[in-house]
């Protein structure tokens, strides 16, 4: 708030009262970063639903839209307030079979669509794949450059959410076979399985 005050000779003076300020410049430039990213999840998921064919994958859609909409809700309120929001949040509870089926199997080569009628569920799936890990990625590094500790502790909260979303994501297009898990031979993946062991526990550091 400012406050003038006035001179015998007619001019005046301002003073700056003192305010609180328990936000840094950067992290509010990061949250503005991370609720537009939210945003955008949320538009693309309302173009993709038209066009999806596969139950399932709509039933996934629906899910997470709804997960990431009470989230966006959560980080405006704490972004505006430094409060912790009233909305609580619950771990995102995936639908689908943990079940991967692994190997490659002989395909047709992709190439990207000559039309938007092309589009189809595999690739709509993996553009939802895309945004989930995108998010993840994008509210773990947000919650790095928050001071305000409010503020940090709902984004560190919201990330695994973001994984498990990604990680339903990836079962079904696994399940639908679109997205093989190639396997290394046994001798490498054996090598590999039996290259560590575990350290010391008691170790003093002088």
């Known amino acids: 708030m400012n406050r003038q005050s006035s001179h015998q000779d007619g001019t005046t003076s301002s003073t700056q009262a003192e305010v609180k300020?328990?936000?840094?410049?950067?992290?509010l430039i990061n949250g503005h970063d991370i609720l537009s990213c939210y945003i955008n999840v949320l538009?693309?998921?309302?173009?993709?639903?038209g066009s999806i064919k596969e139950k399932g994958?709509?039933?996934?859609?629906?899910?997470?839209?709804?997960?990431?909409?009470?989230?966006?809700?959560?980080?405006?309120?704490?972004?505006?307030?430094a409060q912790k929001p009233s909305q609580e949040m619950k771990p995102y509870m995936m639908k689908v079979s943990n079940e991967i089926t692994y190997g490659m199997k002989s395909k047709q080569p992709k190439k990207p669509n000559q039309s938007a009628t092309e589009v189809n569920d595999a690739g709509i799936s993996g553009y939802m794949l895309a945004m989930m890990k995108s998010a993840a990625s994008k509210t773990t590094a947000t919650a790095l450059e928050v001071a305000n500790p409010v503020v940090r502790r709902?984004?560190?909260?919201?990330?695994?959410?973001?994984?498990?979303?990604?990680?339903?994501?990836?079962?079904?297009?696994?399940?639908?076979g679109y997205?093989?898990?190639p396997q290394l031979n046994e001798q490498d993946w054996t090598q590999l399985l039996q290259g560590y062991a575990p350290s010391e526990t008691n170790i003093q550091l002088h």
Do not use: C, W
């Not at 629906?62 to 966006?72: D, G, I, L, M, W």
């Not at 990330?159 to 994501?169: D, G, H, K, S, T």
């Not at 990836?170 to 399940?175: A, D, G, I, K």
């Open 21 to 27: 300020i328990d936000r840094g410049g950067h992290e």
């Open 43 to 49: 538009d693309q998921y309302l173009l993709f639903k």
């Open 57 to 81: 994958l709509v039933q996934i859609l629906e899910r997470q839209y709804a997960f990431v909409t009470v989230q966006y809700n959560r980080v405006v309120e704490a972004y505006a307030t």
């Open 154 to 176: 709902v984004l560190v909260d919201s990330v695994p959410n973001f994984a498990e979303m990604a990680y339903e994501l990836f079962l079904y297009q696994n399940q639908q």
């Open 179 to 181: 997205f093989p898990v």
